[in-house]
């Protein structure tokens, strides 16, 4: 069974600093990875998504994929009091349209 | 460009009654997910389509729970009968070719 790890938080981070998120998943076969940004009450937004190993930049935002040990990462730069939400990890076995494996997801706060 | 549109955005009923629950997904996009997140078991898929047609209902939980594609612009979770435990936020998303999955408002469900 597919399964994907996140820490529940919450992780508190100063306004203006870097926020770092991580993700674990079991299914080595994995293909796509995606984090998605929620707000209380609200519905899972997409924020990145990486398909390669290393580094992908948009923004603030940074995604960092490692095949090799199953981990993926995002990183908040300039963190701002907005960037307050819970981040899901999703993971999706490739290969086409398949259904996204989420995590539970990290309580991000960010302190003024 | 209109986003994935769920309704109702709320649905309050009684055990045992019929729950249906309708999705219209992103023009154009040609493969739709049921989804459903609870405090406990955070955001799980339950079933997808690619082109109108099933592919993987094995998240659905039960006999209870059946969903339909009769065409492109449209689709439904059913429950019959509902019950407590059914009592969640159930998303619809939707994805074109090899493209991350767009999420609707989500239907907040309760189950008295």
């Known amino acids: 069974q597919k399964e994907v790890e996140q820490n529940s938080g919450p992780l508190s981070v100063p306004e203006g600093a870097i926020a770092s998120l991580n993700c674990t998943y079991s299914?080595?076969?994995?293909?796509?990875f995606f984090w998605y940004r929620q707000y209380s009450g609200k519905s899972p937004e997409l924020i990145m998504f990486i398909y390669s190993n290393g580094d992908k930049e948009d923004g603030r935002f940074t995604a960092q994929l490692n095949k090799a040990s199953q981990y993926v990462s995002l990183l908040i730069r300039d963190s701002q009091p907005s960037d307050s939400a819970t981040y899901l990890c999703?993971?999706?076995?490739?290969?086409?349209?398949?259904?996204?494996?989420f995590g539970k997801g990290t309580h991000l706060i960010i302190q003024p | 460009d209109a986003g994935v549109i769920q309704s109702p955005r709320h649905e309050v009923t009684e055990m045992g009654q019929e729950v249906t629950l309708r999705c219209k997904p992103i023009s154009g996009h040609n493969s739709l997910f049921w989804y459903r997140q609870t405090m406990m078991r955070g955001l799980e898929l339950l079933i997808y389509?690619?082109?109108?047609?099933?592919?993987?209902d094995s998240g659905m939980p039960e006999d209870r729970f059946s969903a339909k594609m009769p065409n492109a612009s449209f689709s439904t979770l059913k429950i019959q009968p509902s019950e407590p435990r059914d009592s969640a936020v159930y998303f619809c998303?939707?994805?074109?070719?090899?493209?991350?999955?767009?999420f609707g408002d989500g239907t907040r469900l309760s189950i008295l």
């Open positions: 998303a939707s994805m074109d070719s090899n493209q991350p999955q767009h």
């Open positions: 999703a993971v999706n076995g490739g290969g086409g349209a398949d259904g996204l494996t």
């Open positions: 389509f690619n082109n109108n047609v099933p592919i993987d």
């Open positions: 299914d080595r076969g994995s293909q796509s």
